[in-house]
């Protein structure tokens, strides 16, 4: 369909079949709609134009593998103001940013070589950093347990109930100790 319309000056669009086109299928020809067009021997050309509708649906159930396969390839930017459920696989090839509370009903898992799980300040300074090679663990403020605490499984231990601890090792104290209860030594 050929049509006319003015903006500042008098126009030309097209919307129809297009034969020179290759969705991302493979398959050839495809819908077209452009606006500020020419038409040279009924082959239009011009600018790729908008569509405002009230939903879309893509039945072909081409799956993604990459940012530029699948039933909706997007070049530019998205901006979506409402809800959006993905079934499947979410890949992420940049950087992936949340700007307000998230929630994650089931694991997180972070794989890889030299990896990091951090926990940054307002000035963006590390505060908790988790490393995925060595499992070391560096925490910058105070660490509150309300829980039992066991290191190794049964090395040191702290009952949280009762506050009492049991040491499997040595004990080695260097500096001042006070004892302000019983002590009882069986060795």
Do not use: C, M, P
């Not at 405002?52 to 990459?66: H, Q």
């Not at 898992?109 to 000035?123: D, F, I, R």
């Not at 560096?138 to 231990?157: A, L, M």
Request: aromatic content about 8%; proline content about 0%.
């Amino acid at each position: 369909v050929e049509f006319r319309y003015y903006d500042s000056a008098a126009r030309l669009g097209f919307y129809g079949w297009d034969t020179n086109y290759t969705d991302l299928g493979g398959h050839e020809g495809g819908y077209r709609f452009l606006h500020a067009a020419t038409n040279t021997s009924e082959v239009f050309s011009g600018t790729d134009s908008g569509i405002i509708a009230g939903n879309v649906k893509l039945t072909t159930n081409t799956n993604s593998t990459s940012n530029t396969t699948g039933d909706l390839v997007v070049a530019g930017g998205a901006g979506i103001t409402g809800a959006v459920n993905i079934g499947g696989l979410l890949d992420v090839d940049g950087t992936f940013r949340a700007n307000s509370t998230s929630r994650f009903d089931d694991n997180i898992v972070l794989q890889g070589a030299s990896k990091t799980l951090q926990l940054n300040n307002g000035s963006g300074t590390t505060k908790i950093e988790f490393q995925s090679t060595t499992g070391n663990a560096s925490i910058g403020g105070v660490t509150d347990v309300t829980g039992n605490f066991n290191v190794n499984t049964n090395k040191f231990n702290v009952v949280a109930a009762s506050g009492n601890t049991t040491i499997a090792g040595t004990l080695g104290v260097t500096g001042a100790t006070t004892l302000t209860g019983a002590l009882d030594l069986n060795n």
